[in-house]
């Protein structure tokens, strides 16, 4: 983890493969209060998914919407997780700046800590590629 899921509106023009690989990056990014990587490199999944059917606030416009979900491990340190968070809406504000001056447009991000876990099975071989 962390496992990111981005769902939207499909009258959003913008390039989403960017964002996806932005938003790794940004994770990739992050490192703990003693400077070590945050979040695992093999871990980091970013999936984009536009709805087939959406209705936004009152429909009487064509508003859009982006929500990004963002599935971390528990055991994080609070501050570690909202400096993440920040520097995931700044990128986020960034990437969809032209278009957010052009459009009604509401972009939300949560990051959801998973109590403890009931099941987890992994099956990788990703993780050994990065932790050389």
Same mark, same amino acid.
């Given at each position: 983890?962390?496992? %990111?899921?981005? =769902?939207?509106?499909?009258?959003? !023009?913008? #390039?989403? !493969?960017? &964002?996806?690989? =932005?938003? +790794?990056? $940004? &994770?990739?990014?992050?490192?703990?209060?003693?400077?070590?990587?945050?979040?695992? *490199?093999?871990?980091?999944?970013?999936?984009?998914?536009?709805? +087939?059917?959406?209705? $936004?606030? #009152?429909?009487?416009?064509?508003? +859009?919407? $982006?929500?990004?979900? %963002?599935?971390?491990?528990?055991?994080?340190?609070? +501050? #570690?997780?909202?400096?993440?968070?920040?520097?995931?809406?700044?990128?986020?504000?960034?990437?969809?700046?032209? &278009?957010?001056?052009?459009? &009604? *447009?509401?972009?939300? *991000?949560? *990051? #959801?800590?998973?109590?403890? =876990? $009931?099941?987890?099975?992994?099956?990788?071989?990703?993780?050994?590629?990065?932790?050389?």
């Amino acid at each position: 983890m962390p496992h %990111v899921v981005i =769902q939207y509106t499909p009258n959003i !023009d913008a #390039d989403m !493969d960017s &964002l996806c690989r =932005q938003i +790794a990056a $940004v &994770l990739i990014e992050q490192k703990d209060e003693k400077g070590t990587q945050l979040f695992p *490199i093999g871990g980091t999944r970013v999936l984009a998914y536009p709805a +087939a059917h959406h209705a $936004v606030a #009152d429909g009487k416009q064509d508003y +859009a919407f $982006v929500y990004i979900n %963002v599935r971390i491990a528990p055991a994080r340190a609070a +501050a #570690d997780t909202k400096r993440a968070g920040d520097a995931l809406l700044a990128r986020t504000q960034a990437h969809f700046a032209e &278009l957010f001056a052009q459009r &009604l *447009i509401g972009i939300t *991000i949560q *990051i #959801d800590e998973g109590p403890g =876990q $009931v099941y987890d099975a992994k099956h990788s071989n990703l993780h050994p590629l990065f932790n050389k």
